[in-house]
Nanobody, 112 residues
């Protein structure tokens, strides 16, 4: 079955960086676009970034554009989210997504 496993979350100070990873199994990873979403307490799930199957095209939500970078390694069945210049409002659970499949999420907390 399809599995998406996120890792790399944690506590970071404002202005810091984190890199999230999502390792996929159970489907042909290189055939599928991949995305990141996030959900903060009391808020709806929000689109963060998406990358095409080849990695040649990406798109970002307006609140993260210019600070976050999505990338993928098809040889490792892994998609990444590099997060720089983190702000307290980036605090959320971050989810990996492919089609209708979701990971369990990884918590990112930005706080001093």
């Amino acid at each position: 079955q399809v599995q998406l496993v996120e890792s790399g979350g944690g506590l970071v100070q404002p202005g810091g960086s984190l890199r999230l990873s999502c390792t996929a199994s159970g489907f042909t990873f290189s055939d599928h676009g991949m995305a990141w979403f996030r959900q903060a307490p009391g808020k709806e799930r929000e689109f963060v970034a998406v990358i095409t199957w080849s990695g040649s095209n990406t798109n970002y939500g307006p609140s993260v554009k210019g600070r976050f970078t999505i990338s993928r390694d098809n040889a490792k069945n892994t998609v990444y989210l590099q997060m720089n210049s983190l702000k307290p409002e980036d605090t959320a659970v971050y989810y990996c997504n492919s089609d209708n499949n979701w990971g369990q999420g990884t918590q990112v907390t930005v706080s001093s």
